[in-house]
């Protein structure tokens, strides 16, 4: 879209007086810690290294097209159309796409049929032309099962220009899905691209997922898995080239953008989607919280837990995930572990995450994750496991290795419950600065004291001072009582 610049000669006048209430505005405003807004987290943000940049984010209804391509060319299938009518389209089948996507979009999207006539929503399975069949064999890849597919839609009579729907002339990605399945076996599980064709009159702008039967009766959340990738642009969190089947296998079964598993996506990736919009809480300001099951449907059920000092590049986000609910499990049935959730996520300033160079102290090549993972117990050191009842956690480390300076405590509770209470417990900090300044000493971080004598006369007992880098003549010092004492940015040096 081309923007256009506006001109006129009365503008600058009104401008004026906009200014002038918005530094008002500011003035009065400065004196309380400002929350960033979710879009700071990633709220809405399409990553372009994981799809198309500058696409709509997969709310409403968008069409799917699923094509069966006969690729054997022998016509043996176990599938056929009715079950993908049900299976895809359905939210109140068991184990359905659309109900998947329903519960965790917190039934914001679904994926609607186009209307086929008598197979709503799906072709097939379809016979390929020997030319179709020769392109297969001759340029295999997922980008050719697209064109094919498409291809052998249109010649069955798919209406293809009808998804035009904007009637510029390309069907693009946010205008019409392509699910492939395939009844050749020799393939790989499942994956997702972009792809280009000429069709029906069109230019096709679109993403495919393709799979062959066997991931459909197999490991069925793969074929979801891919479809997040195709509307949503959703990151892959799987590390197990050098770590599967050991404890380090990271976020398996921990969130869908790890394959596999009936478990819920990861609440940063729902946040990416427009799906949720989760509570933010200033480390600085604590609280008692409820948080429902991530199967509830609540957006607003995670909690992101950050430092205003720090800002929203590192964050943790507070989940409540069970396998066990009262109510039904929902789809989430084969969570890792149940419980309190303490997801760590590291985005750059493009809200692209960010890789971490060996969390977990995993060794060796290929142990840089992205930062999107599950911090459990019992010293926020193991990967993939919840904190249960009663549990009061240590101060999480942030990926520079400095501590955040909470704790999370979780109230009794049973597996069984459709949320939990939990406590954020910022620990007051009296700050010391050595640096000589004319400032007030008030032993905040903003005015610290600048001796040790009143600071650790102010910490509470037990209670924690910080000193900020900088250097003091101030030996011997006795401390009588219990303190947590943390240099802050650097060392601290007492001489
Ligand atoms: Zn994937």
Known sequence: ????????????????????????????????????????????HMSPSHGPGGRQVPL?????????????NNGVWVTNASFYQSIVFDANAPNSINGYIKENSCGRFQLIPPSLGGAIGVMGPLTL????????ATSPGTATDGQVALSAAVRNGFPLANYDLNNDGTVSYDELVLLVVANQTARGPGQTTGFSASLAGKNCNMQVSSVPETTVFGRFPTVIHELHHNFGNMWDLYYYTIYSATNYTLNQQCTLAADFNWVHLDPWEKMCMGWNEPRIVSIAQGGSFYIPAAQNGDPTAPIILYD???????FFILEYRTANRASGSGYDFEVKSNGLFLWHIHQDASHELITATSPFGFTGPDTKPFTDWVEGPPDNRTPDAAWPANQTTPY????????????????????TDSGIFVDVLPDAITWVDFTPSILPQAGTFDLPYRTLPPAINAVGNPGNLSIKTSTATQSPI???KPMTITAYNGPATIQ
């Not at 000669?9 to 906009?18: I, M, Y």
């Not at 032309?129 to 297969?136: D, S, Y």
């Open 129 to 136: 032309t020997p030319a179709e069949l020769n392109q297969l």
């Open 396 to 415: 999480p480390t942030w990926n520079d290795g400095s501590q955040a300076i909470v704790r999370i405590r979780t109230s009794n509770f049973q597996d």
């Open 1 to 44: 879209m081309k923007r256009i610049q506006q001109k006129s000669s009365t503008g600058s006048r009104s401008q004026l007086k906009g200014l002038l209430i918005a530094s008002t505005l500011l003035i009065l405003s400065s004196a309380a810690a400002q929350t960033p807004p979710l879009t700071d987290f990633g709220y809405q």
């Open 60 to 72: 409403g209804n968008r069409y799917c097209l699923v094509v069966l391509i006969d690729d054997a």
């Open 308 to 314: 205003p000092r720090r800002g929203a590049g590192e």
């Open 478 to 480: 006795t401390i009588s």
